[in-house]
């Protein structure tokens, strides 16, 4: 790196020595703007850097909530307001045991640039608690999410910041959550953005992220004259946006023959149609269920365990072409980037944020993959949340077909603006490079405009 970046990465090193998540999310931004720096004399003197990598406020609180045996149980809660450069702070909060400062910061620092590619006006923000909904009774995440929601309270609202769902955030909560704020402000308002279309929701959401996936890497494949019809994909995780990806990527022709979770992975060589998908969705949206139970379901399937012993993932062990990780930060190692390479894979599209280490990106990237980053592919549910705002803010609600139209309308373009800036500053192809620069580029110049705040 040259002096400035390396400056700035060794900087956080020394002031976050155990911000792993962040580091690594930092050091990816970095490596891509190294590349410019220097043509930015401008980023330097305001010192753009400086104060991108650090939140304009984080917020750690304590949430006590009672059990149903009337236990006293006690969370951490975050929120992580990075970024109002572009607007009022925009992220998801996700509830999960794993988190802690560094995701938090690195899901922040991420959304920030994320939300410059959509176009629309969004700052960067992201939170969320090591509370685990899994297990829980309705009752006990409604007393949990009622007690995160009055303190957060505090921090947002609908030209401040604006929360949506996340892991382990999904309408259940978003519901208990914005009734809770309805009654401690007196206000309905569009404070939040995952709601049901029946009371200021917008249609497509829950489908957007999976969608606007695929959408891109379509457009990946079209700039080349392909499509996915007839090709065999790879899909991890079995939540939201493994589901809608498996949705969309099925209604192109593809087949798709994985899925996965905590447990395990799924393999099933006839592909997963819509039928198996319905199961899935009811498995894991309704009863709560192990992916494990698919192979129960279909005998044509087999079911791996999870296991840390071979250091690669069994999801990407499978012969493919295209794969799109849907499930966890860090999931492809550089083992699994070489395999996958190793069985056939040409394209692969991140829907989660962060899935693929550095090392498996500069394998791809080496060997001419087609590669997405998660803060290019997985916007469309950022985009369409931002949809949901336009939406709340005046009152009305468009058709299923408007959002889906304006949706594609949005992950092509921003397939065109990361090719379009990779090709300007030199780096043609590297999707990574186009979507750090362009997401950089806009922030900077929204905060040098603003000054020093």
């Avoid at 104060?51 to 236990?71: K, Q, S, Y």
């Avoid at 995160?148 to 978003?174: C, K, N, Q, W, Y």
């Avoid at 589901?243 to 969309?248: C, I, S, Y």
């Avoid at 087999?302 to 062990?317: D, I, K």
């Amino acid at each position: 790196m040259r002096e400035l970046t390396a400056s700035i990465f060794n900087k956080i090193r020394k002031d976050d020595p155990n911000q792993a998540e962040f580091q690594q999310a930092v050091q990816e931004f970095l490596i891509s703007v190294d590349k410019v720096i220097d043509d930015l004399p401008h980023v330097a003197y305001h010192r753009i850097l400086d104060r991108l990598i650090e939140p304009e406020r984080a917020i750690l609180f304590r949430i006590p909530w009672t059990d149903d045996d009337g236990l006293l149980q006690i969370n951490r809660g975050f929120r992580v307001q990075m970024n109002s450069a572009l607007g009022p702070y925009k992220g998801g909060l996700r509830f999960h045991p794993s988190v802690n400062l560094s995701i938090i910061k690195f899901l922040a620092f991420e959304q920030t640039f994320k939300n410059s590619l959509t176009g629309l006006s969004m700052g960067g923000g992201k939170g969320g608690s090591n509370f685990d909904p899994k297990g829980k009774s309705d009752n006990e995440v409604m007393r949990f999410c009622q007690s995160f929601m009055t303190e957060l309270s505090r921090h947002i609202g609908p030209d401040t910041d604006v929360p949506a769902g996340d892991i382990g955030v999904g309408a259940r909560e978003i519901g208990y959550m914005f009734g809770q704020y309805k009654r401690l402000r007196n206000e309905f308002t569009g404070v939040l953005t995952g709601k049901s279309p029946i009371w200021g929701g917008s249609y497509i959401r829950p489908e957007a992220t999976g969608y606007g996936l695929v959408y891109l890497a379509a457009a990946m494949l079209q700039d080349r004259g392909d499509n996915f019809e007839g090709k065999t994909c790879l899909v991890s995780g079995s939540g939201n946006v493994a589901q809608f990806t498996v949705e969309k990527l099925n209604s192109l022709g593809a087949k798709v023959v994985t899925l996965s979770d905590s447990t395990g992975c799924i393999y099933d060589p006839a592909g997963i149609d819509d039928e198996k998908l319905a199961f899935v969705k009811t498995l894991k949206n309704v009863t709560r269920g192990r992916i494990a139970a698919y192979a129960d379901q279909f005998r044509e399937a087999e079911y791996y365990p999870r296991t840390e012993l071979s250091g690669a993932n069994q999801v990407w062990s499978f012969p493919a072409e295209c794969a799109f990780p849907c499930a966890t930060q860090n999931e492809i190692s550089a083992i699994d980037a070489q395999q996958m390479i190793d069985n056939g894979v040409k394209l692969v599209a991140e829907g989660a944020n962060m899935p693929t280490s550095l090392e498996g990106i500069e394998i791809f990237q080496d060997q001419g993959i087609l590669f997405a980053p998660a803060k290019a592919a997985n916007a469309g549910g950022v985009a369409v949340s931002g949809l949901e705002m336009s939406q709340n803010s005046s009152r009305i609600q468009w058709t299923k077909e408007k959002v889906d139209q304006q949706l594609q309308r949005i992950m092509k373009g921003i397939y065109t603006t990361i090719r379009d800036t990779a090709s300007q500053y030199g780096s043609e192809g590297n999707f990574v490079d186009g979507a750090n620069i362009a997401g950089f580029l806009k922030v900077a110049h929204a905060m040098i405009d603003q000054g020093y705040v």
